[in-house]
Protein backbone atom coordinates (compact mmCIF):
# COMPACT_ATOMS: atom_id res chain seq x y z
CA UNK A 1 0.00 0.00 0.00
CA UNK A 2 1.29 3.55 -0.56
CA UNK A 3 2.04 6.30 1.55
CA UNK A 4 -1.53 8.02 0.20
CA UNK A 5 -3.64 5.65 0.41
CA UNK A 6 -2.02 4.81 4.20
CA UNK A 7 -2.58 8.37 5.35
CA UNK A 8 -5.60 8.62 3.78
CA UNK A 9 -7.07 5.36 5.58
CA UNK A 10 -5.17 6.65 9.12
CA UNK A 11 -6.53 9.96 8.84
CA UNK A 12 -10.45 8.94 8.04
CA UNK A 13 -9.80 6.28 11.20
CA UNK A 14 -8.16 9.03 13.33
CA UNK A 15 -8.82 12.25 12.61
CA UNK A 16 -12.37 13.77 14.51
CA UNK A 17 -14.90 14.74 11.78
CA UNK A 18 -16.74 17.85 11.83
CA UNK A 19 -19.29 17.51 13.89
CA UNK A 20 -17.08 15.99 16.89
CA UNK A 21 -14.98 19.55 16.40
CA UNK A 22 -18.18 21.68 16.50
CA UNK A 23 -19.39 20.01 19.35
CA UNK A 24 -15.96 20.32 21.17
CA UNK A 25 -15.47 24.21 20.78
CA UNK A 26 -19.59 24.37 21.31
CA UNK A 27 -18.75 23.14 24.75
CA UNK A 28 -16.14 25.51 25.47
CA UNK A 29 -17.75 28.62 24.02
CA UNK A 30 -20.72 28.05 26.75
CA UNK A 31 -18.45 27.14 29.62
CA UNK A 32 -16.06 30.57 28.50
CA UNK A 33 -19.19 32.93 28.19
CA UNK A 34 -20.29 31.63 31.64
CA UNK A 35 -17.14 32.84 33.04
CA UNK A 36 -16.28 36.08 31.30
CA UNK A 37 -19.98 37.00 32.17
CA UNK A 38 -19.65 36.01 35.93
CA UNK A 39 -15.98 37.03 36.27
CA UNK A 40 -15.13 39.46 34.16
CA UNK A 41 -12.20 37.20 32.65
CA UNK A 42 -11.52 36.53 29.11
CA UNK A 43 -10.73 32.62 28.71
CA UNK A 44 -8.26 31.02 26.25
CA UNK A 45 -8.89 27.32 24.15
CA UNK A 46 -5.69 25.57 25.34
CA UNK A 47 -4.54 22.15 24.53
CA UNK A 48 -4.62 19.75 21.28
CA UNK A 49 -8.19 20.51 20.75
CA UNK A 50 -8.06 23.75 20.67
CA UNK A 51 -4.99 23.65 18.36
CA UNK A 52 -6.96 21.80 16.28
CA UNK A 53 -4.51 18.66 16.92
CA UNK A 54 -7.05 16.58 18.72
CA UNK A 55 -7.20 13.02 17.77
CA UNK A 56 -10.26 11.42 17.28
CA UNK A 57 -12.43 10.35 20.48
CA UNK A 58 -10.23 12.88 22.81
CA UNK A 59 -12.70 14.82 24.76
CA UNK A 60 -11.08 17.07 26.67
CA UNK A 61 -11.48 20.90 27.00
CA UNK A 62 -8.72 22.86 28.44
CA UNK A 63 -10.01 26.24 29.71
CA UNK A 64 -7.21 28.80 30.62
CA UNK A 65 -8.45 31.90 32.33
CA UNK A 66 -6.66 35.05 31.81
CA UNK A 67 -5.64 37.24 34.69
CA UNK A 68 -3.88 40.63 34.67
CA UNK A 69 -0.69 40.38 34.43
CA UNK A 70 -0.60 42.37 37.90
CA UNK A 71 -2.47 39.75 39.70
CA UNK A 72 -0.29 38.70 42.67
CA UNK A 73 0.44 34.33 42.95
CA UNK A 74 -2.05 34.42 45.98
CA UNK A 75 -5.09 35.99 43.91
CA UNK A 76 -4.39 33.84 40.94
CA UNK A 77 -4.57 30.57 42.79
CA UNK A 78 -7.60 31.56 45.28
CA UNK A 79 -9.52 33.24 42.44
CA UNK A 80 -8.46 30.72 39.92
CA UNK A 81 -9.89 28.07 42.07
CA UNK A 82 -13.17 29.73 42.95
CA UNK A 83 -13.96 30.24 39.56
CA UNK A 84 -13.12 26.55 38.36
CA UNK A 85 -15.61 25.91 41.03
CA UNK A 86 -18.33 27.24 40.52
CA UNK A 87 -18.32 27.19 37.03
CA UNK A 88 -18.31 23.08 37.26
CA UNK A 89 -21.20 23.71 39.83
CA UNK A 90 -23.20 26.26 37.16
CA UNK A 91 -22.65 23.16 34.72
CA UNK A 92 -23.89 20.05 37.36
CA UNK A 93 -20.33 18.56 36.70
CA UNK A 94 -18.02 16.84 39.25
CA UNK A 95 -14.47 18.18 39.85
CA UNK A 96 -11.56 18.06 42.16
CA UNK A 97 -8.42 19.38 42.43
CA UNK A 98 -5.07 19.13 40.45
CA UNK A 99 -1.63 20.12 41.19
CA UNK A 100 0.71 21.47 38.65
CA UNK A 101 2.63 24.78 39.27
CA UNK A 102 -0.33 26.09 40.73
CA UNK A 103 -3.79 24.28 41.59
CA UNK A 104 -6.42 23.99 39.24
CA UNK A 105 -9.72 22.56 39.29
CA UNK A 106 -10.24 19.36 36.60
CA UNK A 107 -13.65 17.30 36.13
CA UNK A 108 -16.63 16.75 33.66
CA UNK A 109 -18.88 18.39 31.62
CA UNK A 110 -21.60 16.95 29.82
CA UNK A 111 -19.11 14.04 29.36
CA UNK A 112 -15.89 16.28 28.59
CA UNK A 113 -12.98 16.10 30.80
CA UNK A 114 -12.25 19.38 31.36
CA UNK A 115 -9.99 21.65 32.83
CA UNK A 116 -10.14 25.04 33.94
CA UNK A 117 -6.73 26.55 34.41
CA UNK A 118 -5.95 30.23 35.31
CA UNK A 119 -2.81 31.82 33.55
CA UNK A 120 -1.09 35.01 33.37
CA UNK A 121 -1.99 37.27 30.14
CA UNK A 122 1.68 38.20 29.33
CA UNK A 123 3.70 38.82 26.61
CA UNK A 124 6.51 36.09 25.61
CA UNK A 125 9.35 37.59 27.32
CA UNK A 126 7.64 37.65 30.42
CA UNK A 127 6.38 34.09 30.84
CA UNK A 128 7.20 32.68 34.36
CA UNK A 129 4.79 29.44 34.31
CA UNK A 130 4.31 26.56 32.15
CA UNK A 131 0.69 27.32 31.99
CA UNK A 132 1.23 31.43 31.04
CA UNK A 133 3.31 30.03 28.10
CA UNK A 134 0.78 27.92 26.41
CA UNK A 135 -1.54 30.63 24.84
CA UNK A 136 1.46 31.63 23.06
CA UNK A 137 2.22 28.26 22.07
CA UNK A 138 -1.28 28.13 20.31
CA UNK A 139 -0.98 31.24 18.73
CA UNK A 140 2.35 29.94 16.93
CA UNK A 141 0.82 26.51 16.30
CA UNK A 142 -1.89 27.91 14.44
CA UNK A 143 0.38 30.58 12.36
CA UNK A 144 2.73 27.99 11.29
CA UNK A 145 0.71 24.79 10.62
CA UNK A 146 -2.26 24.30 7.62
CA UNK A 147 -5.13 21.66 8.28
CA UNK A 148 -2.95 19.19 6.32
CA UNK A 149 -0.36 19.48 8.63
CA UNK A 150 -2.72 19.44 11.73
CA UNK A 151 -3.66 16.31 10.46
CA UNK A 152 -0.27 14.80 10.32
CA UNK A 153 0.10 15.93 13.97
CA UNK A 154 -2.61 13.13 14.87
CA UNK A 155 -1.23 10.38 12.76
CA UNK A 156 1.95 11.68 14.90
CA UNK A 157 0.41 11.24 17.87
CA UNK A 158 -0.99 7.74 17.23
CA UNK A 159 2.45 6.71 15.46
CA UNK A 160 3.70 7.11 18.79
CA UNK A 161 0.97 5.95 20.97
CA UNK A 162 0.88 2.66 19.27
CA UNK A 163 4.75 2.32 20.52
CA UNK A 164 4.12 3.78 24.28
CA UNK A 165 6.58 6.83 23.12
CA UNK A 166 3.56 9.30 23.30
CA UNK A 167 3.28 11.89 26.58
CA UNK A 168 5.44 14.09 28.30
CA UNK A 169 4.45 12.95 31.58
CA UNK A 170 7.55 11.69 34.04
CA UNK A 171 6.74 8.29 33.86
CA UNK A 172 6.21 8.07 29.83
CA UNK A 173 9.40 10.64 29.28
CA UNK A 174 8.32 10.81 25.79
CA UNK A 175 7.02 13.22 22.70
CA UNK A 176 4.32 15.92 24.02
CA UNK A 177 2.05 17.18 22.06
CA UNK A 178 3.23 20.39 21.07
CA UNK A 179 6.64 18.29 20.50
CA UNK A 180 4.75 16.31 17.88
CA UNK A 181 3.41 20.19 16.35
CA UNK A 182 7.13 21.30 15.85
CA UNK A 183 8.60 18.48 14.44
CA UNK A 184 5.56 18.38 11.74
CA UNK A 185 5.98 22.73 10.82
CA UNK A 186 10.11 21.83 11.02
CA UNK A 187 9.80 18.59 7.89
CA UNK A 188 6.32 20.18 6.56
CA UNK A 189 4.48 16.85 6.71
CA UNK A 190 5.23 13.44 8.98
CA UNK A 191 6.66 11.11 5.42
CA UNK A 192 8.99 14.02 5.56
CA UNK A 193 10.00 13.61 9.33
CA UNK A 194 9.98 9.74 8.97
CA UNK A 195 12.48 9.54 6.47
CA UNK A 196 14.51 12.19 7.75
CA UNK A 197 14.50 11.25 11.49
CA UNK A 198 16.35 7.49 10.32
CA UNK A 199 19.44 9.59 10.09
CA UNK A 200 19.37 11.57 13.13
CA UNK A 201 22.48 11.10 15.38
CA UNK A 202 22.91 10.77 18.74
CA UNK A 203 22.21 14.38 19.22
CA UNK A 204 19.59 15.73 17.27
CA UNK A 205 19.13 19.73 17.45
CA UNK A 206 16.43 21.62 15.94
CA UNK A 207 15.52 25.42 16.68
CA UNK A 208 12.46 26.35 14.47
CA UNK A 209 12.48 30.09 14.72
CA UNK A 210 16.17 30.14 14.39
CA UNK A 211 17.01 31.39 18.03
CA UNK A 212 20.90 30.49 17.85
CA UNK A 213 22.11 30.19 14.45
CA UNK A 214 24.08 27.65 13.55
CA UNK A 215 25.36 26.86 16.93
CA UNK A 216 24.27 26.75 20.75
CA UNK A 217 25.63 29.45 23.28
CA UNK A 218 28.02 27.39 25.47
CA UNK A 219 25.71 27.92 28.18
CA UNK A 220 22.88 25.87 26.78
CA UNK A 221 24.85 23.36 25.08
CA UNK A 222 25.73 22.57 29.45
CA UNK A 223 22.39 22.87 29.91
CA UNK A 224 21.13 20.47 27.37
CA UNK A 225 24.35 18.34 27.20
CA UNK A 226 22.52 14.99 28.22
CA UNK A 227 19.33 15.71 26.39
CA UNK A 228 19.52 13.40 23.11
CA UNK A 229 16.83 15.57 21.43
CA UNK A 230 16.68 19.47 21.46
CA UNK A 231 13.81 21.20 20.50
CA UNK A 232 13.76 25.15 20.85
CA UNK A 233 10.39 26.79 21.75
CA UNK A 234 9.74 29.20 19.47
CA UNK A 235 8.30 31.30 22.34
CA UNK A 236 11.16 30.63 24.74
CA UNK A 237 15.06 30.41 23.19
CA UNK A 238 16.23 28.52 26.64
CA UNK A 239 13.92 25.87 27.24
CA UNK A 240 13.69 22.50 25.34
CA UNK A 241 10.36 21.25 24.15
CA UNK A 242 12.21 17.56 24.36
CA UNK A 243 14.12 18.17 27.55
CA UNK A 244 11.75 15.09 28.99
CA UNK A 245 12.21 12.43 26.27
CA UNK A 246 15.10 9.94 27.63
CA UNK A 247 17.76 8.82 25.31
CA UNK A 248 16.12 4.95 25.44
CA UNK A 249 12.67 6.79 23.56
CA UNK A 250 14.70 8.98 21.39
CA UNK A 251 16.57 5.75 20.26
CA UNK A 252 13.10 3.53 19.88
CA UNK A 253 11.41 6.68 18.06
CA UNK A 254 14.65 6.29 15.14
CA UNK A 255 13.98 2.48 14.89
CA UNK A 256 10.64 3.03 14.42
CA UNK A 257 10.52 5.22 11.99
CA UNK A 258 13.19 3.07 9.93
CA UNK A 259 11.03 0.19 10.32
CA UNK A 260 8.31 2.50 8.86
CA UNK A 261 9.94 3.27 5.94
CA UNK A 262 11.49 -0.05 4.96
CA UNK A 263 7.77 -1.52 4.91
CA UNK A 264 4.92 1.18 5.89
CA UNK A 265 1.82 0.25 6.64
CA UNK A 266 -1.77 1.02 8.85
CA UNK A 267 -0.29 -1.04 12.05
CA UNK A 268 1.77 1.40 12.59
CA UNK A 269 -0.80 3.51 13.86
CA UNK A 270 -2.87 1.22 15.81
CA UNK A 271 -1.60 -0.53 19.31
CA UNK A 272 -1.40 -3.63 19.17
CA UNK A 273 -2.88 -5.73 21.94
CA UNK A 274 -0.54 -8.33 22.67
CA UNK A 275 -1.89 -11.30 24.24
CA UNK A 276 -0.02 -12.81 27.70
CA UNK A 277 1.38 -16.21 27.00
CA UNK A 278 2.36 -17.50 30.20
CA UNK A 279 3.67 -20.98 29.23
CA UNK A 280 5.85 -18.81 27.11
CA UNK A 281 6.70 -16.02 29.79
CA UNK A 282 7.61 -19.47 32.03
CA UNK A 283 9.81 -20.57 29.45
CA UNK A 284 11.60 -17.25 29.19
CA UNK A 285 11.96 -17.06 32.71
CA UNK A 286 13.86 -20.73 33.09
CA UNK A 287 16.43 -20.29 30.11
CA UNK A 288 17.42 -17.06 32.33
CA UNK A 289 19.53 -16.31 34.85
CA UNK A 290 18.31 -15.83 39.01
CA UNK A 291 15.31 -13.43 38.85
CA UNK A 292 14.82 -10.83 42.28
CA UNK A 293 11.65 -9.56 42.68
CA UNK A 294 10.78 -7.08 45.75
CA UNK A 295 7.11 -6.62 46.62
CA UNK A 296 5.68 -3.39 48.63
CA UNK A 297 2.85 -1.43 48.79
CA UNK A 298 1.92 1.33 46.31
CA UNK A 299 2.41 5.06 47.62
CA UNK A 300 -0.04 7.57 47.20
CA UNK A 301 0.90 9.99 45.13
CA UNK A 302 0.80 11.07 41.52
CA UNK A 303 3.08 9.23 38.75
CA UNK A 304 5.40 12.31 38.30
CA UNK A 305 6.60 11.83 41.89
CA UNK A 306 5.93 7.90 41.84
CA UNK A 307 8.10 7.46 38.58
CA UNK A 308 11.33 9.02 39.21
CA UNK A 309 10.96 7.85 42.60
CA UNK A 310 10.98 4.71 41.77
CA UNK A 311 13.84 5.14 38.97
CA UNK A 312 16.38 6.50 41.86
CA UNK A 313 15.54 3.34 44.10
CA UNK A 314 16.06 1.05 41.36
CA UNK A 315 19.59 2.56 40.14
CA UNK A 316 20.83 2.71 43.64
CA UNK A 317 20.02 -0.98 44.14
CA UNK A 318 21.75 -1.67 41.17
CA UNK A 319 25.07 0.29 42.04
CA UNK A 320 25.11 -1.18 45.37
CA UNK A 321 24.43 -5.36 43.48
CA UNK A 322 27.16 -4.38 40.83
CA UNK A 323 29.22 -2.90 43.81
CA UNK A 324 29.50 -6.17 45.05
CA UNK A 325 29.94 -8.18 42.10
CA UNK A 326 27.03 -9.23 41.45
CA UNK A 327 26.21 -9.04 37.61
CA UNK A 328 22.84 -7.33 36.53
CA UNK A 329 21.34 -8.33 33.21
CA UNK A 330 18.10 -6.63 33.09
CA UNK A 331 15.94 -4.38 35.51
CA UNK A 332 13.04 -2.75 35.88
CA UNK A 333 9.90 -1.69 38.40
CA UNK A 334 6.18 -1.86 37.78
CA UNK A 335 3.24 0.29 39.54
CA UNK A 336 0.29 -1.78 39.64
CA UNK A 337 -1.95 -3.23 42.36
CA UNK A 338 1.67 -3.67 44.29
CA UNK A 339 5.47 -1.94 43.37
CA UNK A 340 7.50 -4.41 42.19
CA UNK A 341 11.21 -3.94 41.48
CA UNK A 342 12.68 -6.60 39.62
CA UNK A 343 16.43 -7.80 38.61
CA UNK A 344 17.45 -10.53 36.50
CA UNK A 345 21.14 -11.29 37.68
CA UNK A 346 24.08 -14.14 38.82
CA UNK A 347 22.34 -14.37 42.36
CA UNK A 348 24.93 -16.54 43.39
CA UNK A 349 28.53 -15.67 44.69
CA UNK A 350 31.45 -17.66 45.52
CA UNK A 351 32.65 -17.13 49.28
CA UNK A 352 36.23 -16.42 48.39
CA UNK A 353 36.69 -12.91 46.73
CA UNK A 354 40.15 -11.03 45.95
CA UNK A 355 40.86 -7.40 46.86
CA UNK A 356 43.46 -6.34 44.41
CA UNK A 357 46.09 -3.97 45.93
CA UNK A 358 48.84 -1.33 44.98
CA UNK A 359 51.64 -2.41 42.08
CA UNK A 360 54.73 -3.89 43.46
CA UNK A 361 57.18 -1.38 42.77
CA UNK A 362 54.79 1.34 43.93
CA UNK A 363 56.65 1.74 47.18
CA UNK A 364 57.19 0.07 50.42
CA UNK A 365 54.24 2.62 52.08
CA UNK A 366 51.86 1.46 49.97
CA UNK A 367 52.45 -2.75 50.47
CA UNK A 368 52.85 -2.18 54.03
CA UNK A 369 49.81 -0.28 54.32
CA UNK A 370 47.41 -2.95 52.05
CA UNK A 371 49.52 -6.39 54.42
CA UNK A 372 48.57 -4.37 57.53
CA UNK A 373 44.90 -4.81 56.26
CA UNK A 374 45.01 -8.03 55.50
CA UNK A 375 46.50 -11.44 56.36
CA UNK A 376 46.53 -13.89 52.90
CA UNK A 377 48.14 -11.68 50.49
CA UNK A 378 50.16 -12.14 47.63
CA UNK A 379 51.46 -11.30 44.05
CA UNK A 380 49.48 -11.52 40.75
CA UNK A 381 51.39 -10.37 37.77
CA UNK A 382 52.51 -6.98 38.85
CA UNK A 383 49.48 -6.44 41.72
CA UNK A 384 49.30 -6.95 45.83
CA UNK A 385 46.48 -9.35 45.80
CA UNK A 386 44.68 -10.47 49.06
CA UNK A 387 42.19 -13.68 49.41
CA UNK A 388 39.20 -12.80 51.76
CA UNK A 389 35.63 -14.07 52.57
CA UNK A 390 32.91 -12.34 50.67
CA UNK A 391 30.25 -10.73 52.78
CA UNK A 392 27.44 -11.37 50.86
CA UNK A 393 27.24 -14.37 48.46
CA UNK A 394 23.88 -13.85 47.28
CA UNK A 395 22.03 -11.12 45.83
CA UNK A 396 18.96 -12.13 48.62
CA UNK A 397 21.25 -11.82 51.59
CA UNK A 398 22.40 -8.22 50.21
CA UNK A 399 19.13 -6.74 49.38
CA UNK A 400 17.77 -7.87 53.22
CA UNK A 401 20.87 -6.17 54.81
CA UNK A 402 20.88 -2.95 52.74
CA UNK A 403 17.03 -2.69 53.53
CA UNK A 404 17.13 -4.11 57.58
CA UNK A 405 17.38 -0.03 58.47
CA UNK A 406 14.51 1.82 59.71
CA UNK A 407 12.91 4.71 57.67
CA UNK A 408 15.15 7.06 58.40
CA UNK A 409 18.11 4.68 57.88
CA UNK A 410 16.98 4.29 54.78
CA UNK A 411 16.74 7.93 53.61
CA UNK A 412 20.27 8.45 54.74
CA UNK A 413 21.15 5.42 52.26
CA UNK A 414 19.49 7.31 49.26
CA UNK A 415 15.70 6.19 49.63
CA UNK A 416 13.48 8.54 48.78
CA UNK A 417 11.42 9.54 52.22
CA UNK A 418 7.73 8.23 50.74
CA UNK A 419 9.05 4.99 49.04
CA UNK A 420 10.95 4.47 52.84
CA UNK A 421 7.80 3.94 54.14
CA UNK A 422 6.15 1.46 52.38
CA UNK A 423 9.91 -0.42 52.03
CA UNK A 424 10.61 -1.04 55.19
CA UNK A 425 7.43 -4.05 54.70
CA UNK A 426 9.04 -5.56 51.47
CA UNK A 427 8.76 -9.22 50.57
CA UNK A 428 10.53 -11.60 47.93
CA UNK A 429 8.19 -12.79 45.59
CA UNK A 430 8.48 -15.20 42.60
CA UNK A 431 8.16 -13.94 39.09
CA UNK A 432 5.17 -15.98 38.09
CA UNK A 433 2.35 -14.78 40.38
CA UNK A 434 -1.54 -14.15 40.13
CA UNK A 435 -0.98 -10.50 38.57
CA UNK A 436 -1.85 -10.28 34.36
CA UNK A 437 -0.74 -6.68 34.49
CA UNK A 438 2.31 -7.38 36.10
CA UNK A 439 2.97 -10.72 33.41
CA UNK A 440 2.11 -8.61 31.09
CA UNK A 441 5.10 -5.83 32.10
CA UNK A 442 7.73 -9.09 32.51
CA UNK A 443 6.91 -9.86 29.36
CA UNK A 444 7.72 -7.04 27.65
CA UNK A 445 10.63 -6.10 29.12
CA UNK A 446 11.49 -9.95 28.44
CA UNK A 447 10.85 -9.08 24.68
CA UNK A 448 8.53 -11.63 24.28
Known amino acids: MNWKRIRDKAVSRLYPEAEEVEELHNTYSEISAYIESEFGYQTFFAGSAGRGTSVKGDRDIDVFVKFPEDTSREKLEKEGLGIGKETFDNFEGSYHVEYAEHPYTKGKINDFEVEIVPCIDTSPGDINTAVDRSPHHAKWVEKHLDDKQKQDVVLLKSFLKSAGLYGSSLKVRGFSGYLCELLIEEYGSLKELTENSCDWGEQKIIDPENHHGDELPKVLEQKFSNDSLIVIDPVDPERNVASVLNSENYAKFIHRCWKFEENPG ?139 PDVSGLKQQGIPGNVAQKIVDFRMTEPMIEDEEWLKFLAEKLNL
Open 266 to 404: LNFFEKEEKQLDKFALEQEIEKRSDFLILEFEVIDEPDDIIYPQMRKVMRRLSSELIKNDFRVFEKGFHVGQKIRIFFELESQLPKIEYQKGPKVYHGAKHLDEFTSKYENTFVQEERLVAKIDREFTTAKSLIQEFFS
